[in-house]
């Protein structure tokens, strides 16, 4: 059994920054990659950011220059530390474990940029 858990959202002021965690634990041979979708209200599902088992960090255009990941996959841990958060930022952030042939997925845990 594979779970996936992820830490660190909450409600933040525009311009603030926030940091969240994801962590993979169970049954785990090999970690093809680990990264972060977002979905906003109303909104599709997107991409935010992918770490490879190989270590290298690749976030989506849009997001780049605020948004970094950063893990450690030999502990299934990565990072997202996001910075100059505005409203549109507001979304369910949900940690993805790619392994081979599966993929698992946490929770999720809510985003809310706010005054």
């Known amino acids: 059994q594979v779970q996936v858990v992820e830490s660190g959202g909450g409600l933040v002021p525009p311009g603030g920054s926030l940091r969240l965690s994801c962590t993979a ?21 997107e991409q935010v950011a992918l ?5 290298r960090p690749h976030i989506v255009a849009s997001l780049r220059g605020r948004f970094n990941i950063s893990g450690d996959i030999a502990k299934y841990t990565i990072w997202l530390q996001m910075s100059d958060l505005n409203p549109v930022d507001t979304a369910v952030y949900s940690c993805i474990l790619l392994v081979p042939g599966q993929e698992y997925w946490g929770q999720g845990t809510q985003v809310t940029v706010s005054s």
């Open 25 to 45: 634990s169970g049954n785990i041979e090999r970690v093809n990659a680990m990264g972060w979708y977002r979905q906003a209200p109303g909104r599709n599902r």
């Open 51 to 55: 770490f490879t088992g190989g270590g």
